[in-house]
Structure formats: C-alpha cells, structure tokens
C-alpha cells in the first residue's frame, strides 16, 4: 500500500488530486485548513481507508501533528502533494506593491512558501528513519512566477517563485534516499481562485485568448500530470518544472 498525502485537498485541484490518486491505487490522506471539507473528500473517493484531516500548513507544530496521525493511521507517507495555496487580493484585486503591506506579504509566504517547506522537512526526517519505495515529494508554483503575473500580487509571484528554488535544494538532499522532487506550475486553470484573481469576470474569450490550445486547464489537467510523478514511471524526473499551462508559457 502506498500512501498519499494532499494538502489543500478540500476543493478544487487539491479535491481531484485525491480522487486521482486514489483511482489510481493509492490509499489518500486529504489534508486541509477546512476540516470538514478535507473529510468529504475523503468520503468520496473510491477505495477504503482514506482520511480526511486538519492542517494549518503554515504552522510547524499542525504540520507535525498531521504526519503524526497520518503515519499512525495509515502507514508511511510515499507522495506528499503540496497543493495548499493562498492569494490575497486588496479591496478584490491584485494590490500593487505600494499597497501590500507587510502582514500580506508574510501570509502569502507563510501559505504559499513556508508551508511546502515544513511540508517537506517533516517528510525528509520521517523518510531518513522509515523509508518508502518510490518516495515523491510535488509542490506548486505558477506561471504567475514564470511570466510575473497579470493579475496576481508581488507577493503570490514571489512566493511561488520561490518554491521552485526551494523545490530544486529539496530534490538535491532527497536524491540520496531515493525520493524525487517536482514542481507543477499550473497556467490558467478553472478555479475558484482564478476566477477571484479574475475579480469574478468569469471565463470570456480573452480569458484564454493567449492559451495555443484554446481552453482553460481544468483541475484534471493539473492532477494528471500529479498522478505521473507520483508514479514509478516517474522514477528518473527530479528538481523540474513541469508546466501545465495548454502552451500559455512555452520554455
């Protein structure tokens, strides 16, 4: 049996990242700040054996605890999927630097930044002693980070900027155990959030004006390319990019 972790698996991305990877085989732990929205996924997924539970991901001792119960309740984790995210938006758009203040800044980081961090120390200590086979560590950037953003703040673009660094050290030190390291950068994909990035315009023709493949990315689009490198198939990809974007950014 392997077992999935999934933070921000309450909604969205994270949700069909669960259902993903639980079709697939998987035995998942779906991982969100809203409790109880974490505990319906886990509800819906086929297969028995799956948990719903609390996180606050920014927080060291929430992060420890949720392991904690995870490893105790199911077994060692083998794919930690760091989904979790936060964009804060001033009076419902993108703030300009000159108007992001400090508490912004830290809590955009705290979500987006600090939380795949202590996501991955806690997997890395708990991997060092019991380890796993085909171990997967997947965090989340955006093409926001890549092309700046457009309707995203300094500090989602920073912070997601960030997490491939982070990501790229994470893979170099995980190598050793046999545990692999990715990024997915989602372009635009229709969700809930983007459409508050949007400032509630809803999906219009300029909307995907610049997408070559002429469409939003859906959830499922992201949560293929999580279940590939969740996979064994995936045993010899680390400290990458892999981008989901339907052409909107082409490296």
Same mark, same amino acid.
């Given at each position: 049996?392997?077992?999935?972790?999934?933070?921000? *698996?309450?909604?969205? &991305?994270?949700?069909?990242?669960?259902?993903?990877?639980?079709? =697939? $085989?998987?035995?998942?732990?779906?991982? +969100?700040?809203?409790?109880?929205?974490? /505990?319906?996924?886990?509800?819906?997924?086929?297969? +028995?054996?799956? #948990? %719903?539970?609390?996180?606050?991901?920014?927080?060291?001792?929430?992060?420890? @605890?949720?392991?904690?119960?995870?490893?105790?309740?199911? $077994?060692?984790?083998?794919?930690?999927?760091?989904?979790?995210? /936060?964009? #804060? #938006?001033?009076?419902?758009?993108?703030?300009?630097?000159?108007?992001?203040?400090?508490?912004?800044?830290?809590?955009?980081? =705290? !979500?987006?930044?600090? %939380?795949?961090?202590?996501?991955?120390?806690?997997?890395?200590?708990?991997?060092?002693?019991?380890?796993?086979?085909? *171990?997967?560590?997947?965090?989340?950037?955006?093409?926001?980070?890549?092309?700046?953003?457009?309707?995203?703040? @300094?500090?989602?673009? @920073?912070?997601?900027?960030?997490?491939?660094?982070?990501?790229?050290?994470?893979?170099?030190?995980?190598?050793? #155990? %046999?545990?692999?390291?990715?990024? &997915?950068?989602?372009?635009?994909? +229709?969700?809930?959030?983007?459409?508050?990035?949007?400032? *509630?315009?809803?999906?219009?023709?300029?909307?995907?004006?610049?997408?070559?493949?002429?469409?939003?990315?859906?959830?499922?689009?992201?949560?293929? @390319? !999580?279940?590939?490198? =969740?996979?064994?198939?995936?045993?010899?990809?680390?400290?990458?990019?892999?981008? !989901?974007?339907?052409?909107?950014?082409?490296?």
């Amino acid at each position: 049996m392997r077992v999935a972790l999934v933070t921000g *698996g309450g909604r969205g &991305i994270g949700r069909e990242i669960c259902r993903v990877l639980a079709s =697939a $085989g998987l035995t998942v732990a779906s991982a +969100d700040i809203d409790e109880a929205s974490a /505990r319906n996924t886990a509800a819906s997924l086929p297969g +028995d054996g799956h #948990l %719903g539970l609390h996180v606050d991901v920014a927080n060291e001792a929430s992060v420890e @605890a949720m392991f904690e119960r995870v490893e105790t309740a199911i $077994g060692p984790v083998a794919v930690l999927v760091s989904n979790a995210g /936060r964009l #804060l #938006l001033h009076d419902g758009r993108r703030p300009l630097v000159t108007e992001t203040s400090l508490d912004n800044w830290q809590d955009t980081f =705290a !979500v987006n930044t600090v %939380g795949p961090f202590l996501g991955a120390r806690a997997y890395l200590r708990r991997r060092s002693e019991t380890p796993v086979e085909h *171990g997967r560590i997947i965090t989340f950037s955006s093409v926001a980070a890549q092309l700046g953003g457009y309707n995203a703040s @300094a500090a989602y673009i @920073a912070a997601k900027a960030a997490v491939i660094g982070l990501t790229k050290a994470v893979a170099r030190e995980a190598a050793p #155990l %046999g545990i692999t390291a990715n990024v &997915i950068a989602p372009g635009l994909i +229709d969700t809930d959030m983007m459409k508050l990035a949007a400032g *509630g315009a809803g999906i219009t023709a300029a909307t995907t004006a610049n997408v070559p493949l002429g469409r939003l990315g859906q959830p499922a689009d992201v949560a293929a @390319a !999580v279940a590939f490198l =969740a996979s064994p198939a995936s045993a010899y990809i680390t400290g990458t990019t892999i981008d !989901v974007n339907g052409g909107y950014r082409m490296q």
